[in-house]
């Protein structure tokens, strides 16, 4: 099947630095890939929708500045978390959308391992 | 407001026994239902999904759902579970025409050996 991959796994960084986390479909082309946050023993929240060559698109309550997302090619998307803060540790999961189905609602999402942000 | 609900979040069940997980969800209109499984220590995973047709889904590892429109329900069972199956369970939807998987809060569900 397809595959996600997320770099780096776990990272851990002082309060008011940046952090990059990379995002890659292995073997498929993803026009669009998805940015969630998931809390301890609760569900993934979408936090935005990235369009390979536009801009994301940022769900309500997430600000775009803190959490910037580029999706410069078709198999790499990168969530930078800026100006990091300790209320922004949380486990950071992307998708990637495999487009083959030639429906948006139907394609399947392919999800990345995640990474694990720590903000001392 | 739209949502997706599951219930019974903590499950503990011995080996051989059924396992039943119920997803409700609140969106009108047509949608696509996905169930989605996390190992410990590993990424989600895609079971099984329906978009159309028959509304019984089998998907991997002996896991079947069954769409019941009028209930608003997917719900997600398997006959006879094994260790293996320890994990946690995500059920989520896309409203037709839309990309963006609304999940539901999970079920984590313990089998003893």
């Known amino acids: 099947g397809a595959v996600v991959s997320q770099h780096p796994s776990r990272v851990i960084c002082k309060s008011g630095t940046s952090v990059k986390i990379e995002c890659r479909s292995l073997?498929?082309?993803?026009?669009?890939m998805f940015w969630y946050r998931q809390f301890p023993k609760q569900s993934l929240m979408l936090m935005a929708t990235?369009?390979?060559?536009?801009?994301?698109?940022?769900e309500q309550g997430v600000e775009k500045d803190k959490f910037l997302i580029n999706h410069a090619s078709l198999t790499l998307s990168t969530l930078t978390v800026t100006s990091a803060h300790p209320e922004d540790s949380s486990f950071y999961i992307c998708?990637?959308?495999?487009?083959?189905?030639?429906?948006?609602?139907?394609?399947?999402?392919?999800f990345g391992p995640g990474t694990r942000l720590t903000v001392l | 407001a739209q949502s997706v609900s599951q219930h019974n979040h903590h499950v503990i069940l011995s080996e051989a026994a059924s396992l039943e997980l119920g997803c409700n969800y609140s969106?009108?209109?047509?949608?696509?239902l996905f169930w989605y499984v996390q190992y410990p220590g590993q990424h989600l995973q895609l079971l099984l999904k329906?978009?159309?047709?028959?509304?019984l889904v089998k998907g991997i590892k002996g896991f079947e759902a069954e769409f019941i429109k009028s209930k608003f329900s997917f719900n997600l069972r398997k006959p006879s579970v094994q260790w293996s199956d320890t994990a946690e369970y995500f059920c989520?939807?896309?409203?037709?025409?839309?990309?963006?998987?609304?999940f539901g809060k999970g079920n984590q569900v313990v089998v003893i050996p």
């Open positions: 998708s990637a959308r495999d487009g083959t189905s030639g429906g948006t609602s139907t394609d399947t999402q392919y």
């Open positions: 073997d498929f082309q993803a026009t669009t």
């Open positions: 990235s369009n390979e060559g536009s801009k994301a698109t940022y």
């Open positions: 969106y009108g209109g047509t949608v696509n």
């Open positions: 329906y978009f159309s047709g028959d509304p």
């Open positions: 989520a939807v896309i409203p037709y025409g839309n990309n963006r998987l609304a």
